[in-house]
């Protein structure tokens, strides 16, 4: 079982910035991939961006070139910086760690990231 814990989130002007942490305890050595997701009122959850244990990452289309994820393995902690945020960007945001699929993995509880205009 693997623990999440994610902070970071607040309330940013249009054109911000924040950076995201998740800390990963618990049985670490049983993930493969890890990721953010985001999941906006009336909207279903969405990937952000995911990056695998040897350091490939995916950022989806609405945020390439603007978010970028990270991890630090030794620090057990992955990271999501957030650059000119958009208002289309509030949401609350979800770390997921998983082997194979992350509807099998572990979740964490979620930070709240509002953008206003």
């Known amino acids: 079982q693997v623990q999440l814990v994610e902070s970071g989130g607040g309330l940013v002007q249009a054109g911000g910035s924040l950076r995201l942490s998740c800390a990963a305890s618990g049985s670490i050595f049983s993930i493969n991939n890890m990721g953010w997701y985001r999941q906006a009122p009336g909207k279903e959850r969405e990937l952000v961006a995911r990056?695998?244990?040897?350091?490939?990452?995916y950022h989806a289309d609405s945020v390439k070139g603007r978010f970028t994820i990270s991890r630090d393995n030794n620090q057990n902690t992955l990271y999501l910086q957030m650059n000119s945020l958009k208002p289309e960007d509030t949401a609350k945001y979800y770390c997921?760690?998983?082997?194979?699929?992350?509807?099998?993995?572990?979740w964490g509880q979620g930070t709240q990231v509002t953008v206003s205009s």
């Open positions: 997921a760690a998983w082997r194979l699929s992350p509807t099998m993995g572990s």
């Open positions: 990056i695998s244990s040897l350091g490939s990452t």
